[in-house]
């Protein structure tokens, strides 16, 4: 807890237009290196009846200062104290993009196994278990930023906009390096989870093998199925927008089955 005379701990999640009257909450988890920035277009976009709060990790803008994390088991530990600190009743959704997608579907299994109130939806973009792309990563430790940047680079896991000046690299390789060092951390156990799952994807990511997306529909007793829209591994940039609209269908849909 942060005393008074003690330094004050940056948020986990943080939303531009928090507001009390939404009926709905929406998670955002970012990509590999990623910051709550990724997601600050949302709020303005997505339906009035949804709150958006983006995941801000350790090591990066307001917390550079902080650690960041090399072990998948503490990060989750951590997120599920920090999420459900968040909650007040509400449902809520969790959406994931990438890196984002494996702390989004881990973290709904753990909210779930412990006894948590868990999402009504949870949103996966770009990843799926048993991906190449994934194991490709297991070596990241022991490489340096160079091999680290040509590596994730085959598999278009950067975006294009990443700086490459000197002074820019070197305060983002510690946050994409230990992203990547936690996906490598993560061990598949075909884990489920009792909330609906919707999948999104590009039609040109290359780390998506074809048919790689339907792997969620073994992972949850309601599959809404796989939506894929032109572009990379970051096609999501151009389509923020048919993607909220997507979330929220399912989520009224929900919300509605159970009124």
Known sequence: MTTGTGPRRAP???SPDPSLDAEAQLFLFPHAGGTSLTYRMWAATVSSGIECRALQLPGRQERLDEPVFTRIEPLLAELQEALEAEL??????????????LLAYRLTVEIERNGGQGPELLGVS???PGLVASK????????TDQQILDRVAEFGLIPDEVPVSRDMLAAVMPSLRGDFVVAADYTEDGAAVSCPIA???GTSDPTLEPGALEAWA????????ATEFPGDHFYLFEHALAVQNSLDR????RLAARA
């Not at 073994?218 to 199925?225: D, I, Q, V």
């Not at 399912?250 to 849909?253: D, K, P, Q, T």
């Open 199 to 201: 999948a999104y994807g």
């Open 136 to 143: 490709e990563l297991e070596g990241v430790a022991d490489m």
């Open 218 to 225: 073994g992972l949850t007793p309601e599959f809404l199925g």
């Open 126 to 128: 770009g990843w799926a």
């Open 250 to 253: 399912h989520l009224r849909r």
């Open 12 to 14: 986990w999640f943080s």
């Open 88 to 101: 007040d009743g509400r449902p809520y959704v969790v959406f994931g993009h990438s890196f984002g997608a």
